[in-house]
């Protein structure tokens, strides 16, 4: 059952994420926000998983994705904003 918080609605938060598809199986995935984000992991739907810790604004990654099947591929990123304890979760296909 939903119930209603009360309080001050939270403000808007803008997914940090950028994904750059400059090869196929091989996405660049960069934090375009404006603060580091903590504990940041990667989840592919077909394999194991990658963390990658702290990324920082301006930070790009690349990912691997040679063995996969890029046409049911999903992946999800999942973060907390640097001093807080609430989790993000981003998903996008390639």
Do not use: K
């Amino acid at each position: 059952m939903l119930e209603i918080l009360e309080g001050e609605s939270p403000h808007p938060y803008r997914v940090p994420w950028r994904v750059d598809r400059v090869h196929d199986s091989h996405p660049l995935i960069t934090h375009r926000g404006t603060e580091p984000a903590d504990f940041v992991r990667v989840f592919r739907s077909d394999g194991p998983d990658e963390y990658w810790g702290r990324v920082v604004p301006g930070d790009t990654a690349e990912l691997c994705l040679c063995d996969g099947d890029l046409d049911t591929l999903t992946i999800t990123l999942s973060w907390f904003r640097a001093g807080t304890d609430q989790e993000y979760v981003w998903r996008f296909v390639v």
